[in-house]
T-cell receptor, first 114, second 108 residues
Framework: DAGITQSPRHKVTETGTPVTLRCHQT?????MYWYRQDPGHGLRLIHY???????DKGEVSDGYSVSRSKTEDFLLTLESATSSQTSVYFC?????????????FGSGTRLTVV | GIQVEQSPPDLILQEGANSTLRCNFS?????LQWFHQNPWGQLINLFY???GTKQNGRLSATTVATERYSLLYISSSQTTDSGVYFC??????????FGAGTRLFVKA
């Protein structure tokens, strides 16, 4: 990985419990993103950040919140996990929001809500 | 919002064959990226290509922004090329939209 790590890699949690996923980068990139990947839906943007404490919603943000208190860390929180949030979650980073060289993805977190 | 369509959805090749994957998009885009997701789930950035042609080894990509499509060429395919290929487009702002992908299987 190009300086981006996600933790945990796998997690099983119970319905109704809060869950926090962490994305950590060492590239000092300004932009960070959380996506979820589900069969039949591809990759969908949950939230993104364009700087410390600057975040905004993506296309599937309901039930999720994010925080970015440091350049290197972007946290995704499921306030009260539901079975529909069972998915693979990917974090991505980019140096620019709209210019090259594009995204670098983390290895993903497989979350199962039972 | 913008629609991103990839074709074909599935592709099976014999090792050594060439292939072309297509990505059509319904609106003007600021940039376009191609990714490969390997069988272990890792997403690798192949190309950042808002327009023109780029090559990287056996892979090359062409984007014709005025006609709203991009092509990914894989030559002399290898079993390690198997996986899912995604195109992703940005129409402005910070949101990038992904297509549904082309699933490629290369037989030895």
């Amino acid at each position: 990985d190009a300086g981006i790590t996600q933790s945990p890699r796998h997690k099983v949690t119970e319905t109704g419990t809060p869950v926090t996923l962490r994305c950590h980068q060492t590239e000092n990139h300004r932009y960070m993103y959380w996506y979820r990947q589900d069969p039949g839906h591809g990759l969908r943007l949950i939230h993104y950040s364009y700087g410390v404490k600057d975040t905004d919603k993506g296309e599937v943000s309901d039930g999720y919140s994010v925080s970015r208190s440091k350049t290197e860390d972007f946290l995704l929180t499921l306030e009260s996990a539901t079975s529909s949030q069972t998915s693979v979650y990917f974090c991505a980073i980019s140096a620019s929001g709209t210019e090259g060289p594009g995204y670098t993805f983390g290895s993903g977190t497989r979350l199962t809500v039972v | 919002g913008i629609q991103v369509e990839q074709s074909p959805p599935d592709l099976i090749l014999q090792e050594g064959a060439n292939s072309t994957l297509r990505c059509n998009f319904s609106d003007s885009v600021n940039n376009l990226q191609w990714f490969h997701q390997n069988p272990w789930g890792q997403l690798i950035n192949l190309f950042y290509i808002p327009s023109g042609t780029k090559q990287n080894g056996r892979l090359s990509a062409t984007t014709v922004a005025t006609e709203r499509y991009s092509l990914l060429y894989i030559s002399s395919s290898q079993t390690t090329d198997s996986g899912v290929y995604f195109c992703a487009v940005n129409t402005g702002g910070f949101k990038t939209i992904f297509g549904a992908g082309t699933r490629l299987f290369v037989k030895a």
